[in-house]
């Protein structure tokens, strides 16, 4: 004897079993992921004057090579243009995480000619590299007034 299931409950049950599949399908795939970088802020040290935090996001896909993550800073003090504290940081390429997720990361930046200064406009760039790569970075830059941390 052959037992019958109604067409609904057949079209119900065959639904069920591909549901899975097709979540899996939906599923975004982390070498898809758009290479992206930017700078949500920066604050001086407060322990240290000639060093800055730099706070960035990024995300990025899997890759072939070792990617290059550049920070630098620079601030020109206003009453003495001939004045300006600039630093450069470069992260380990093997800290540098690309798996299609977006990651946090604060960076310190040393200036190596003078203290930062509070209240004052400094610039940030930084840039995500794979020289490999087409593109071969991707980067941004902020002006921000730089200052100590707030007291969160």
Request: charge should be negative.
């Amino acid at each position: 004897m052959q037992l019958h299931l109604p067409a609904a409950l057949t079209a119900l049950a065959l639904g069920l079993a591909l549901a899975p599949a097709a979540a899996a399908d939906s599923d975004p795939d982390p070498a898809d992921a758009p290479t992206v970088i930017a700078i949500s802020g920066m604050a001086i040290d407060p322990k240290i004057p000639s060093r800055v935090e730099v706070d960035l996001t990024y995300t990025c896909a899997p890759g072939d090579g070792p990617l290059a993550l550049t920070t630098s800073v620079e601030q020109t003090d206003p009453d003495d243009p001939a004045t300006i504290a600039f630093g450069s940081t470069r992260t380990d390429p093997g800290q540098v995480v690309c798996d299609g997720t977006e990651q946090t990361r604060t960076v310190t930046v040393q200036s190596k000619t003078s203290n930062w200064l509070t209240d004052v406009d400094a610039v940030a760039i930084t840039t995500l590299a794979d020289l490999t790569g087409t593109p071969p970075a991707f980067a941004d830059a902020r002006q921000l007034v730089l200052d100590l941390p707030s007291d969160d």
